[in-house]
């Protein structure tokens, strides 16, 4: 399973990006291996749109399973990824690259503290 | 090749059937407004009855084998019901005729109505709601409703134990409630503990499956219930599993406020292939007021010379309508002849033996198929689709091999708290033989999964088709003939 | 009878369990309440409740023994012998929701052929497997155009020419969500047409709804309806009876994004209103808002066509609380029934059948609007359905049709207080034109008092 080390993590297995003050979310490798294949996604939240900590951003399906996801931080969306509409199966394939979800830009980046990193994330999926 | 669609076998000049020429004037047609096309098929009477006698062919049946489907008390459906309700003064009945008219469909709703609430223990019955989920949105607006009437609109929440059908969450999210699952104990009983955390001055009531989906009664029902009551909150039974309560207990003596009752499971009317259904809730004397509208009740009383006049009233602070007309009438004439062929000695020789033939699988089984939560049963029971020493082997694997010995496979990965669950359901129709029969199956397939377990992987190999490629219908998406809707 | 159980295997089966009686099976049961006795009436034989039925039958007068020109929402029509025959089949009859694909192709195909009829007849893209009936079909309209503006916009509006019953089943649907239904207020305008809803759609609107042909019977072509609600980024409904898209334009041309409909008229018997059958069609764009049941065409591991239950993962059991909707049961047979019936009439019957019904009825409004003291709604088309007003009430009427053994129209004035003797009349192929005939003569009498 791969945990890369330069990201943050989240219980509900979302993980985030951090470049400046931009945030780019998605989920992780286990939790796509979990819902096992994706055949829909969609995001909920639109351009614009400013989303609380822990709130709903995304729909992800599978043939037995659907996952919503939720936002690690707060702040304001700054974009959306389109091509996941018609491609859902990228999350399966590339969970950590071409399949981010969106990106937003941070209202409080003390918000950060609270999330796990790769180590900590690793040790909760192992359990 | 399999069966053509119909647009396939349409040709082009063919007819099904001719109406008479019309015996009247023609009038103008409206130009303006007709349609262009009628892409409709084009068949003959023997095309059309040879398509669908050969689809139904492909099909497992209560009429053609075993189905022991847990929580859906596959039983066998009488032929004689499928009689009663084409009886033409049944079948051809206009809903909106006068009362006057329609007095035995009425004396039948009434009787009826009185039959289950007799059967549950309770005060007033509806027969509307059109299926099992359908009674469980009634009844959860009944409960809200009762709170909003004693002001009482703060309580919002509905405490779900984890072993509860699946529908409940949503019946009460769609009720506008906010849900809060409960775990079982170690027993497969309701958590005491964690139900005593939840009992506040928001708690709006409980969703109570009894027996829950383990196939347990649970053993402190009555503290259950008494602690919801306590806190103000008021318990929804699931009827669901009624077949093993029938003359056996009343959910209305235990303390329940509101429960369906599922026609198509525990009174023998048929599945359909997935409906129609009917849903019947019964409530105690306190939400008899809420019941939707209308009800059949005794207009007039009659006399010596005169009948009872039985007519349609009005609760007085309904929730309102749920469905359109008097629910699934249809139904209830089934479900009135199944009852009374049965009377109470008969109700409860149903539940005797349905829960007989459940303990008889289980005891035969559960030295190779491990039953987590071993106690003895109602209806149905659940045990595990694994061993360790065949960890290739899914429970999906055991369905699928079951269908070779003829068999349709127990519910599986329901309930979620049981790891690869199996959840078996024979219904008090089947006999020892066909009960004996099932478990020889299971246990060569048991012994299989350890000997050949890619025989069960890639099962089953003697039905109409294979196992199918779920993502590409979800991700293709044909649901018309020769039409992608994801273009 | 139903339970094959003999003694000896009663016997060997409690020492099986190892329990000694079957009473021992339910200790756990609270013993006060355990074994009650039940006040029913003692157990009859086959052929005993066989006789009793047939008496309850006979005591109904059923549109068998009458002349029936009731319709408002359930109609008598001609159901083809074949559809019983088929739908009376254990294999159909007696199979549960198809999902093991493998042991049900039957149903899951004839719910794919149901689909496609469905989808061609009101001129969609996609149909799911059925709703409960017309009524709850148009409630889950309302939930779906609501969940798919995620509750940013929170007004409906109803047609007050939408069914009464419909109506009153969307209000208990929609009781705990902030909805506020508009339109049917009873002060509406009953006679003006659907641009009376005009002025109600605004930015706020999630969807608009209208019934094709209406309640009235009347036929509005409902695209510049449409185009206003979508406009305003409304969604449009029309809730439909199938019969007449024998005939008319469909609701997918006028620019529906849902369709609804009472699926009666398709085969379907009265039955005394149910179990009916909910028409719920939509453009694939909202395919994964739709609540319900869908059956998808993909291949088996051998490389074959089959049908599978698709998209399930918007369904109750998997989204539990996140789910649109609880529903969970379709019509399944019943479903199947409109499906057989559709492909029997197909192409040229399902035309020749929406001409019979409008020619008759048109028949009878024309000679019902001759009779002194009764008056036509006019000036608008109608199919097989009209509303005449009479000069006395329609209760009175209906007595007297009733003594000539004809089942009258609809009493309009119990759902609408401004249409007072005011009758809905539905005449459908089943009407001879003597029974038209002398449904004019008898409310002709009426009339001379």
């Known amino acids: 399973m791969n945990v890369p080390t330069n990201l943050k993590y989240t219980e509900s297995n979302e993980w985030i990006k951090v470049e400046g003050n931009t945030g780019t979310i998605g989920i992780t490798d286990f939790a796509q291996n979990s819902l096992s294949d994706i055949v829909f996604a969609e995001v909920v939240v639109g351009e614009g749109d400013t989303v609380g900590k822990g709130a709903s951003i995304a729909t992800i399906e599978s043939v037995k399973a659907a996952a919503d996801v939720y936002t690690p931080i707060s702040g304001k969306v700054i974009a959306i990824n389109e091509d996941l509409g018609s491609a859902p199966e990228v999350i399966n394939s590339d969970p950590y690259g071409a399949a981010w979800l969106v990106k937003i830009e941070l209202i409080d980046p003390a918000e950060l503290d609270g999330l796990m990193d790769a180590a900590a994330y690793e040790a909760q999926v192992q359990e | 090749m399999g069966e053509p669609q119909l647009c396939e076998l349409s040709v082009p000049g063919r007819h099904g059937l001719r109406y008479p020429a019309p015996d009247v004037p023609l009038s103008p047609l409206p130009e303006a407004l007709l349609r262009e096309d009628l892409p409709m098929p084009e068949l003959s009477e023997l095309d059309v009855v040879r398509h669908y006698t050969r689809l139904s062919q492909l099909n497992h049946s209560i009429d053609t084998g075993f189905y022991p489907l847990g929580s859906c008390t596959m039983k066998y459906n009488p032929k004689i019901n499928e009689e009663t309700a084409r009886l033409p003064g049944f079948a051809a009945l206009h809903p909106l005729q006068p009362v006057e008219t329609a007095q035995g469909a009425l004396v039948l709703m009434y009787n009826l109505q009185e039959w289950l609430k007799e059967i549950g223990g309770f005060a007033a019955v509806t027969l509307q709601p059109a299926a099992g989920a359908h009674g469980e949105l009634t009844g959860v607006l009944i409960m809200r409703a009762y709170h909003h009437s004693r002001g009482d609109s703060q309580r919002d929440k509905i405490l779900i134990p984890d072993s509860a059908h699946g529908t409940n969450p949503a019946t009460s999210a769609m009720s506008g409630m906010r849900v809060v699952e409960l775990k079982s104990d170690a027993r497969g009983n309701v958590d005491l503990e964690a139900l005593r955390l939840e009992c506040d001055h928001t708690l709006a009531g409980l969703m109570l499956t009894n027996p829950n989906t383990l196939g347990l009664f649970d053993e402190n029902v009555l503290e259950v219930i008494r602690l919801v009551h306590e806190a103000g909150g008021l318990v929804y039974g699931d009827g669901a599993n009624m077949n093993a309560l029938l003359g056996v207990v009343r959910p209305g003596d235990l303390g329940i406020d509101v429960l369906h009752y599922n026609l198509h499971k525990t009174f023998s009317t048929p599945h359909g292939g997935g409906g129609p259904g009917s849903g019947p809730v019964g409530v105690a004397a306190h939400l008899a007021d809420f019941l939707p509208a209308p009800l059949v009740t005794i207009l007039d009383p009659g006399d010596e010379d005169l009948p009872p006049l039985y007519g349609l009233v009005n609760p007085p602070k309904s929730i309102g309508r749920v469905k359109s007309f008097h629910g699934h009438f249809g139904m209830a004439v089934r479900a009135y002849t199944y009852i009374a062929m049965h009377g109470a000695e008969g109700l409860r020789r149903i539940a005797e033996h349905a829960v007989l033939n459940a303990n008889y699988l289980k005891a035969r089984l559960q030295d190779v198929y491990h039953v987590p939560y071993n106690r003895v049963c109602m209806h149905e029971f659940v045990a595990e689709g694994r061993w360790e020493d065949a960890p290739e082997v899914h429970a999906l694997d055991i369905a699928k091999r079951l269908m070779d010995y003829k068999f349709h496979p127990p519910t599986n990965y329901f309930p979620l708290i049981v790891h690869e669950a199996l959840m078996i359901e024979p219904t008090e129709s089947e006999s020892k033989e066909t009960l004996d029969a099932f478990v020889d199956a299971m246990l060569k397939i048991a012994e299989e999964a350890h000997t050949q377990p890619e025989l069960l992987k890639e099962a089953p190999h003697h039905t109409p088709i294979g196992r199918v490629d779920e993502v590409k219908a979800a991700k293709e998406l044909v649901l018309c003939c020769g039409v992608s809707a994801n273009d | 009878m139903f339970i094959p159980h003999t003694d000896a295997d009663r016997e060997a089966m409690l020492r099986t369990i190892g329990v000694e009686k079957l009473e021992d099976l339910f200790q756990v049961v609270p013993a006060e309440h355990r074994f009650p006795s039940l006040r029913l009436p003692p157990a009859m034989a086959e052929m005993e409740i066989a006789a009793e039925m047939q008496d309850m039958a006979w005591a109904n007068e059923s549109a068998r023994d009458l002349s029936c020109f009731l319709g408002a929402g359930a109609y008598n029509h001609y159901t083809p012998a074949a559809v019983d025959a088929i739908i009376r089949r254990g294999e159909f009859l007696t199979a549960y929701t198809p999902y093991q694909p493998e042991v049900s192709q039957g149903t899951l195909q004839a719910i794919f052929e149901y689909q496609s009829l469905v989808s061609s007849l009101t001129g969609m893209e996609v149909c799911n497997a059925s709703h409960y009936d017309g009524a709850t079909a148009v409630a889950e309209a309302v939930n779906m155009a609501y969940a798919n503006f995620r509750g940013k916009?929170?007004?409906?509006?109803?047609?007050?020419?939408?069914?009464?019953?419909?109506?009153?089943?969307?209000?208990?649907?929609?009781?705990?969500?902030?909805?506020?239904?508009?339109?049917?207020?009873?002060?509406a305008n009953l006679k003006a047409g659907p641009e009376a809803l005009l002025p109600l759609i605004d930015m706020d609107t999630a969807l608009v709804v209208v019934q094709y042909p209406d309640f009235f019977g009347r036929v509005y072509d409902y695209t510049a309806l449409a185009e206003a609600a979508h406009a305003a980024g409304a969604l449009f409904c029309v809730s439909v009876n199938p019969v007449a898209l024998g005939l008319l334009k469909t609701p997918g041309e006028m620019g529906a994004d849902i369709v609804t409909g009472e699926g009666q008229p398709l085969g379907i018997p009265l039955s005394f209103g149910g179990p009916y059958l909910g028409l719920f069609a939509t453009r694939k764009e909202y395919v994964r808002k739709m609540a319900g049941r869908l059956a998808g065409e993909t291949v088996d591991n051998r490389g074959q066509r089959a049908?599978?239950?698709?998209?399930?993962?918007?369904?109750?059991?998997?989204?539990?609380?996140?789910?649109?909707?609880?529903?969970?049961?379709?019509?399944?047979?019943?479903?199947?029934?409109?499906?057989?019936?559709?492909?029997?009439?197909?192409?040229?019957?399902?035309?020749?059948?929406?001409?019979?019904?409008?020619?008759?009825?048109?028949?009878?409004?024309?000679?019902?609007?001759?009779?002194?003291?009764?008056?036509?709604?006019?000036?608008?088309?109608?199919?097989?359905?009209?509303?005449?007003?009479?000069?006395?009430?329609?209760?009175?009427?209906?007595?007297?049709?009733?003594?000539?053994?004809?089942?009258?129209?609809?009493?309009?004035s119990q759902d609408y207080p401004s249409l007072d003797k005011h009758m809905l009349l539905a005449v459908t192929e089943m009407n001879s034109r003597e029974e038209i005939d002398l449904l004019v003569e008898v409310l002709s009498e009426v009339s001379h008092g």
């Not at chain 3, 916009?153 to 909805?179: D, F, G, M």
């Not at chain 3, 003594?403 to 309009?412: A, C, H, K, P």
């Open chain 3, 153 to 187: 916009r929170n007004k409906v509006v109803l047609s007050p020419a939408l069914h009464p019953q419909y109506r009153q089943v969307v209000r208990s649907y929609t009781v705990s969500a902030p909805i506020r239904l508009v339109g049917d207020e009873p002060e």
């Open chain 3, 307 to 412: 049908y599978v239950l698709t998209l399930t993962a918007r369904e109750q059991h998997i989204r539990r609380e996140k789910a649109t909707s609880n529903i969970c049961s379709n019509q399944g047979l019943i479903a199947l029934a409109s499906a057989v019936y559709m492909s029997l009439l197909g192409k040229h019957g399902l035309r020749q059948v929406a001409e019979l019904n409008f020619h008759k009825a048109h028949y009878a409004a024309l000679r019902l609007a001759k009779l002194p003291g009764y008056n036509l709604w006019s000036g608008t088309p109608f199919f097989n359905e009209f509303v005449i007003s009479c000069p006395t009430p329609v209760s009175e009427i209906n007595d007297q049709l009733l003594d000539n053994n004809i089942l009258g129209g609809y009493d309009l």
